[in-house]
Structures are given as structure tokens and as C-alpha cells.
């Protein structure tokens, strides 16, 4: 006789405090999970509002009074300077905080943040999706991913399915490790940013006497090698993945990146020495560069930041 299938857990109600790209996407994820989001609260009520229609939610209010007793999870999806604040002022309502577990997606802090919830009763903990989300951010974006969980040994059990529920892959951190956790999380995701747009301005100006009145701009063409890029690094890691001139140790084409920075773009000069001594290291490390070429380039881009420093600071372009 066949047996009969496990029937899934009931999952707790859910409510999302914050309306904005993280608490959107959560909340629609969960909804989809299997989750009941019976509220949503933010400080624009009409945020609260679209979310609650976007979810089902019963509940949309701009007042922590307002969260449902029957909400046992409760997600903190504020910014990080409120997460304190609004942790103070959950506490403060009536609310069986006992059998809740509230957790913050805050990746810099600690589940300590909560506090004041703790002392309420409830089972706190940091619940940091490792994901860039923009305010249209698909639900999908959870599937796959690493969800970063501190607190204490119940907190975390806690969370284990919780991020397994929203289709990623949950890992410890300690709490000492939270701030060098969002500085790693951070360069990856705003600085990949922070240099595309980077480079498409200095590929803008360089096209600006040429380029076709309805071709690219310098963001549009760089996109498919930054997808190709991103391609190349779900495949290998970063050391193998790494291509261009500095890789190869190719001494005269990084000498006239250098004369190109000096001359039109040299507050742009300071990033790219640091990012490639960085990238000749990691060649380096990773047996892709001879030691003698490596040196030789480090000195290369030594002297021309000791150059720079001689002429002065300049700005980014001419």
C-alpha cells in the first residue's frame, strides 16, 4: 500500500513592516511559499495599502497598534537606522511576543538590534536575503540564493526553514562577523554598479564626437560584457574568470590605460590603480602571472599614482 503524502506544514501568519523593494519581494515570496500575510505595515499608508492588496493581506496601517495577534512572524524589512526604533515600538504593543519569532533583513546588524523584542519575549534574529533588491525586484530573485542568519541557537533553528521555504540556502554568521559580512556584500553589489557607470561615461566621452545620433550610449554597450562577465563567474571562481590585459600581463596596454586616466580622467585614476593591483594579485595568487610581471606592473601603477600625486588630485575628467 502506498503511503500517503507528508502534509506540508502549517506556516504562521506573517506580518512585513516595510513596504519598499526588500519587504515587496518578501512578502510575495512568502505569499507564494505557503505563508499567510496577514499584514502589512509601513510608514506611508499608502504603500501599506498596495502591499496588503498585492498579498491579501487583512491588515494595512501606517501604526505598529495595528499588527494582528495572530501574526507570530514578524519581519522588519526597515532601513537599518530604523530597525531600533521600530523594534522599541513593537515592543510597547500588546502582543503574545512569546510565541513570535521576529527577525530584521538588515545585513550589517546584529540580531541584538531587536532588544527590546527580546526582552518582550520573542525569538529574534537577522535574516539577510544575499540579494541586490530594486522596486521591481521579481519574487523569483529568493530561488537559489544564500540568506546570511544570526541570533542565538533557537533563533537561527527557527530561520533554517524559513529560507529553505523561500527557495535559498540559509548559513550561520557569527556576530562578529556581521560588519566584514556587509562590506563583502556591499562591494560585490554597489560597487559592480559604481563602476559600470564609471566606465560608461569614460566610454561615453570617448565616442562623444563620433558616436551615431541613435547608437548606444556607453551603459548600453558595456551591458552584454558585464552579462558576459557575470556568465564567467557562475561558471568558475573569480582568479579563473578574470580576463583583459591585466591577467595577461600585457605591461604596455595597461601603460596607456594609465596615460588615458592621467590625461582625461584622472579622479578616476585612484580606483582603477587600487582595482588593479587588486586583479594583478589575484592573477598572481592564482598562478595566472609570472611574480617578476606582476611586480613590474604593481610599479607601474605605483608611479602613476606618485605622478598624479605630484600634478594634483584633478577631478574626473577634463
Not at 507528508?6 to 506580518?15: F, H, I, S, V, W
Not at 505563508?35 to 499608508?45: D, G, K, T, W
Not at 519574487?139 to 544564500?146: K, V
Request: glycine residues 8%.
Amino acid at each position: 500500500m502506498a503511503e500517503s503524502p507528508a502534509t506540508p506544514p502549517e506556516r504562521p501568519p506573517a506580518a512585513v513592516i516595510g513596504a519598499g523593494a526588500m519587504g515587496t519581494a518578501l512578502a510575495r515570496r512568502l505569499q507564494d511559499a505557503g505563508y499567510p500575510v496577514a499584514a502589512a505595515i509601513s510608514r506611508s499608508e499608502r504603500s501599506a495599502r498596495e502591499l496588503a492588496a498585492t498579498v491579501g493581506a487583512g491588515v494595512a496601517a501606517s501604526e505598529m497598534g495595528a499588527l494582528p495577534t495572530r501574526a507570530t512572524l514578524v519581519l522588519l524589512c526597515v532601513p537599518d537606522d530604523q530597525v531600533r526604533c521600530v523594534a522599541a515600538s513593537l515592543a510597547d504593543t500588546d502582543h503574545p511576543w512569546p510565541r513570535c519569532l521576529v527577525l530584521h533583513t538588515s545585513g550589517a546588524l546584529p540580531a541584538a538590534a531587536l532588544g527590546p523584542l527580546a526582552e518582550a519575549g520573542a525569538t529574534t534574529l537577522s535574516f539577510h536575503p544575499l540579494q541586490a533588491f530594486a522596486e521591481d525586484t521579481s519574487p523569483e530573485a529568493f530561488e537559489g540564493i544564500y540568506v546570511g542568519l544570526e541570533g542565538a541557537e533557537g533563533a537561527v533553528a527557527a530561520g533554517r526553514p524559513l529560507a529553505e521555504a523561500l527557495g535559498a540556502h540559509p548559513f550561520v554568521l557569527p556576530e562578529a562577523a556581521k560588519a566584514r559580512y556587509h562590506l563583502a556584500a556591499s562591494m560585490a553589489s554597489n560597487f559592480l554598479v559604481t563602476l559600470a557607470g564609471l566606465a560608461g561615461d569614460i566610454l561615453d566621452e570617448a565616442t562623444a564626437d563620433s558616436r551615431e545620433i541613435d547608437g548606444p550610449t556607453g551603459a548600453e554597450a558595456l551591458r552584454p560584457l558585464l552579462a558576459g562577465t557575470m556568465r564567467n563567474l557562475q561558471d568558475a571562481p573569480p582568479s579563473a574568470a578574470l580576463t583583459g590585459p591585466l591577467a595577461r600581463g600585457d605591461e604596455d596596454t595597461v601603460a596607456a590605460h594609465l596615460r588615458v586616466l592621467h590625461t582625461h580622467h584622472p579622479g578616476a585614476l585612484p580606483a582603477y590603480a587600487a582595482l588593479a593591483a587588486e586583479t594583478v594579485q589575484q592573477a598572481a595568487r592564482a598562478d595566472r602571472l609570472p611574480s617578476d610581471v606582476a611586480d613590474r606592473l604593481l610599479t607601474q601603477l605605483a608611479d602613476a599614482m606618485d605622478a598624479r600625486r605630484e600634478s594634483g588630485p584633478g577631478d574626473r575628467g577634463p
